[in-house]
């Protein structure tokens, strides 16, 4: 079986400051990792995507992630937090056969003026 | 139109009302998904179809109906609700097999009085 789990359901950070948002994942095989990111009655956008190619994946509005086999870990990093970064944000692996994505339960990054 | 689009965006009905969710995805995949989320709860996936073949249910109520007539197309129907299925329904999209990401739609708000 596989899952993602996401430490923090709420993360507040200075604009201008470091963003970390952490995903361990739990799957039996290379998994398929992904961050979304959702703003306010909207749906997902994909932030990102690891898919064994490279381990360090960079993905739109200036925000990373590492593939750690050894953690079983997928962090989300950007530099300097902007306050439009504000929103909600998903951690997903996918299945063997592409057909289910297993969510984590979402972490919500407030940017302090 | 681009991407996954939903209509309507915001829906109200009563426990007694017959009502559809309508998805279209001009993206070119070959599978959809039906997604649940309400506040304070993880994603719930209701229902996948590959190929216009449903592959999955994951113990959804019977008053929830999905109908997918062709690949880019996908339907929820509701009828008798209850109060505790109001939420957020997002649809999404993939291609199956490559790449497998899901773009989402903008989501339905759903309430149920």
């Known amino acids: 079986a596989q899952s993602v789990t996401q430490l923090g359901s709420h993360v507040s950070v200075s604009e201008g400051a470091l963003v970390l948002l952490r995903c361990n994942y739990s799957?039996?095989?290379?998994?398929?990792l992904f961050w979304y990111v959702q703003y306010p009655n909207q749906g997902l956008q994909l932030l990102l995507k690891y898919t064994s190619a490279a381990t360090l994946v960079k993905g739109i509005n200036g925000f990373e992630a590492e593939f750690k086999k050894s953690e079983t870990s997928f962090h989300l990093t950007k530099p300097s937090a902007h306050m439009s970064d504000a929103a909600e944000y998903f951690c997903a692996v996918s299945s063997n056969t592409g057909n289910q994505f297993y969510f984590g339960t979402g972490t919500s990054l407030t940017v302090i003026p | 139109e681009t991407g996954v689009t939903q209509t309507p965006r915001h829906l109200v009905m009563g426990m007694t009302n017959k009502k559809s969710l309508k998805c279209e995805q001009h993206?070119?995949?070959?599978?959809m998904y039906w997604y649940k989320q309400s506040a304070k709860k993880p994603l719930e996936l209701m229902f996948v179809y590959n190929f216009k073949e449903q592959t999955e249910n994951n113990s959804v109520p019977s008053r929830f109906s999905p109908e997918c007539p062709n690949s880019s197309h996908l339907f929820l129907h509701l009828h008798t609700l209850q109060p505790e299925d109001s939420a957020l329904y997002l649809c999404?999209?993939?291609?199956?097999?490559?790449?497998?990401?899901?773009?989402f739609g903008p989501g339905t708000r759903l309430t149920v009085t």
């Open positions: 999404a999209s993939s291609q199956v097999n490559e790449g497998r990401e899901q773009y």
């Open positions: 993206l070119g995949h070959n599978a």
């Open positions: 799957s039996s095989v290379p998994p398929y």
